[in-house]
């Protein structure tokens, strides 16, 4: 895969571990498959805009800041947001 695929899933493993969570956690909190929240974190995976999305609030950044490497910041490390995607 590409460079781009694999920072951003260092990224999100960097800001998933920030939370102290599990891949099973932040799956939860996005709704979306632990081993797909596996693939992306180690690069083999593709994420689509819609899943970026979901990562990005379980993650408690802005789309920006996830694709950007997570520049600014975890901002709720530890809280549980409210994900209206997946009640």
Do not use: C
């Not at 895969?1 to 493993?13: C, E, L, P, Q, Y």
């Amino acid at each position: 895969m590409s460079a781009i695929v694999h920072d951003f899933g260092a990224t999100v493993r960097r800001l998933r571990e920030a939370h102290a969570w599990s891949q099973e956690r932040l799956a939860e909190h996005a709704g979306l498959n632990r081993t797909y929240v596996g693939e992306i974190e180690r690069g083999t995976a593709i994420a689509s805009i819609v899943t970026v999305e979901k990562l990005a609030y379980a993650l408690g950044v802005s789309i920006g800041e996830l694709l950007a490497g997570g520049a600014a910041g975890v901002t709720n490390a530890g809280a549980l947001p409210r994900n209206p995607l997946h009640p």
